[in-house]
């Protein structure tokens, strides 16, 4: 590897440097919030930008947008997931990963519970 690399993971690797895992992650924006950004941009005069609202509320305009498109499908004007079917469904798989799991320890145990009844190599039993 070159050196810039060797420095980039040496840094990294150094306890007393901030690590990826020391990257806050930012906080969700509150869903009035969110809402009053979508109302005031879809009701915006003539000649004003997404960019300037966006930047009136201190969101980046990608958000903005993205917000925009996301109300869109919530209301049916835009084919795709809604907001209420993506919480839903991440709720249905994390359930399924709990129920797969606790699957998966009833499956070793009744394993284990079994090899333990087997009569064994010169069983005395009659």
């Not at 930047?55 to 997931?81: C, N, S, Y």
């Not at 994390?94 to 797969?100: Q, V, W």
Request: net charge positive; with cysteine; aromatic share 6%.
């Amino acid at each position: 590897m070159g050196l810039l690399h060797d420095q980039v993971t040496s840094e990294l690797a150094c306890p007393w440097r901030v690590g990826w895992k020391d990257v806050p992650v930012p906080k969700p924006y509150p869903r009035e919030f969110r809402d009053d950004v979508v109302r005031v941009a879809r009701n915006r005069d003539d000649g004003v930008t997404i960019e300037a609202i966006a930047t009136d509320f201190g969101v980046h305009p990608m958000t903005l947008h993205k917000w925009l498109r996301q109300a869109d499908i919530d209301e049916g004007a835009k084919p795709g997931r809604s907001t209420g079917e993506s919480g839903e469904l991440r709720d249905a798989r994390r359930r399924i990963k709990l129920l797969e799991q606790e699957n998966e320890v009833l499956r070793r145990a009744a394993a284990y519970l079994s090899q333990a009844n087997l009569p064994g190599k010169g069983s005395t039993r009659s």
